[in-house]
């Protein structure tokens, strides 16, 4: 770790060519933002940049899950569009097969939305 200079040889006191001549004691402040060190040029207090405090951050709340309910909905819900649907994804059309159409109306407002108003997707297999 260089903590006095840019690691070159120098003689110079602060800036790049800045070095300490044969160190022979160290200390650091309790918190840690100074460092004294003695050698053959004296005694020489360098300051310490203190690190960054830690980032904080919002702790994530996971509202608790909705699945199971959501399930019971399907059954007996006669507007629930029935089949299955097929995704094709992105460029190099990825297909993403066997998707029911009723358990994306139950969880997403989106799909209930696009099936129910007669959109062509309601009848469309992909």
Wanted: net charge negative; hydrophobic share 35%; glycine share 12%.
């Amino acid at each position: 770790t260089t903590i006095a200079g840019s690691g070159t040889e120098g003689s110079a006191d602060g800036g790049e060519a800045s070095e300490f001549s044969y160190p022979t004691e160290v200390a650091i402040s309790p918190d840690g933002s100074t460092l004294l060190v003695g050698s053959e040029g004296g005694l020489r207090q360098v300051c310490v940049a203190a690190p960054p405090p830690p980032p904080s951050f919002a702790p994530l709340v996971v509202p608790p899950s909705t699945f199971s309910a959501d399930m019971g909905k399907m059954w007996g819900d006669d507007a629930l569009p029935q089949g299955m649907v097929t995704f094709l994804v992105g460029d190099d059309e990825e297909r993403i097969e066997h998707v029911s159409k009723n358990v994306l109306c139950i969880r997403s407002g989106y799909y209930r939305t696009m099936f129910g108003i007669g959109m062509k997707e309601r009848d469309a297999a992909e």
